[in-house]
């Protein structure tokens, strides 16, 4: 029996791509680059399924360029709004997303950020490097703590939640 075809939009972590020639026949985007619209339309003709990304537009030109034999475009992202879900449930083309796959992540870069504008990391870094540092002084680069501090949060959905919950080793008041 022959294998489905996967065409994948761009090279993602090399162990799915792996997993995913254990039972199929797949092709990966060699580039490190967005296809072009004529590229994109090109390498869908005649798949069985194409792992796409948030980067790739998915509508009817791409369905019709893919044909009736492809049954799935899996996005690899979060959301797919990349992607005409009316003109795919027209089609009977089943469409996937990665939902909460960032949620953690998401809320760990916004605690960086935290850290790094309450303690100046990135104005010090930058004193640093320009071979300004001389010496340690009582005054220089004051930061912020943030434990025991009030953190306002803008929504309290999957991140928001998430980067609260992170807070609480931070003994920090928070609103929402």
Do not use: H
């Not at 003109?87 to 996937?96: C, D, H, Q, S």
């Not at 640093?128 to 001389?134: P, Q, V």
């Not at 025991?148 to 959905?157: H, K, P, Q």
């Amino acid at each position: 029996m022959k294998k489905a075809d996967i065409y994948v939009t761009r090279m993602i972590p090399q162990p799915a791509i792996d997993l995913l020639k254990e039972k199929f026949d797949v092709e990966v985007n060699p580039d490190d680059r967005v296809l072009s619209r004529q590229e994109l339309i090109e390498k869908v003709k005649g798949r069985d399924a194409v792992l796409c990304l948030l980067t790739d537009t998915i509508n009817a030109d791409i369905y019709e360029a893919a044909g009736p034999g492809c049954k799935i475009f899996a996005n690899y992202a979060v959301g797919y709004n990349n992607i005409d879900v009316a003109e795919a449930t027209k089609r009977g083309v089943i469409i996937t997303n990665t939902p909460g796959v960032l949620t953690d992540a998401t809320a760990d870069i916004a605690w960086a950020l935290l850290f790094a504008a309450s303690r100046r990391i990135v104005e010090s870094d930058k004193f640093l490097r320009e071979g300004k540092f001389k010496g340690w002084g009582p005054m220089m680069f004051l930061g912020r703590d943030i434990t025991g501090r009030t953190l306002g949060l803008v929504g309290s959905g999957r991140i928001g939640s998430n980067f609260a919950k992170k807070s609480k080793g931070f003994e920090m008041k928070i609103l929402y």
